[in-house]
């Protein structure tokens, strides 16, 4: 009964490679998010999808390509890996992407690039 | 934009002392303020949320979080610190989208 899956947990794959990450929430919510964070900790949203719509593309480098097949679902595909995409990507969903409307999260995928 | 500045990246506490974390905003409207938490190897989970309905604002697991606007803070807060408290605390302001301050990775000590 997990709110927001993410698979997979852990992804470690060489540079150069695609690679994908997938995400469903089972909330009934509208938006979907994916944000980064660093080895510091420090959090930054990159893409805000609404009922399949993108919403926020934040200064993200075009190998980043998120794919909504349904309100559901947001997909992560990043193109050419490089070393400083090793982070732990977060999948989250909240109702209508409305600003007092709480974030809710996955668990992460972390990914390390060799 | 709206964003939060957390004072602080490491708290450390004793068992059973008041914890204290510290978060400004900077806002030129009623901003929509948020605490979260993480332990490790979880996604966040929210704490609390001001919505401009009461300045103090409860939470679950005992904390809750003062909004006084005449300082632009957003403290969180809780009496008596558990071991299980033990995690990274995050503030957020939500302006169309959720942004979060750097995080403040609480210690509590046995």
């Known amino acids: 009964d997990t709110a927001v899956s993410q698979t997979p947990k852990y992804l470690v794959t060489q540079m150069g490679n695609d690679k994908s990450i997938k995400c469903e929430q089972n909330l009934g919510h509208d938006t979907m998010y994916w944000y980064k964070q660093d080895s510091k900790k420090f959090l930054k949203i990159m893409f805000s999808?609404?009922?399949?719509?993108?919403?926020i593309n934040e200064t993200v480098p075009n190998r980043f390509s998120p794919k909504s097949p349904d309100k559901a679902h947001l997909n992560l595909h990043i193109n050419s890996l490089e070393l400083g995409d090793s982070a732990v990507y977060f999948c989250?969903?909240?109702?209508?992407?409305?600003?007092?409307?709480?974030?809710?999260f996955g668990n992460g995928t972390r990914l390390t690039v060799t | 934009a709206q964003s939060v500045t957390q004072l602080g990246s490491h708290v450390s506490v004793s068992e059973g002392a008041l914890v204290l974390l510290r978060c400004n905003y900077s806002?030129?409207?009623?901003?929509?303020l948020f605490w979260y938490v993480q332990y490790p190897n979880q996604g966040l989970q929210l704490l609390l949320k001001y919505t401009s309905a009461a300045t103090l604002v409860k939470g679950i697991n005992g904390f809750e979080a003062e909004f006084k606007k005449s300082e632009t803070s957003f403290h969180l807060t809780k009496p008596s610190a558990h071991m299980s408290d033990a995690a990274e605390y995050f503030c957020a302001v939500s302006e169309k989208s959720m942004r979060f301050g750097a995080g403040t990775r609480l210690t509590v000590k046995p």
């Open positions: 989250a969903s909240s109702r209508e992407g409305a600003d007092n409307s709480p974030l809710h």
């Open positions: 806002s030129s409207v009623p901003p929509y």
């Open positions: 999808y609404n009922n399949k719509e993108l919403i």
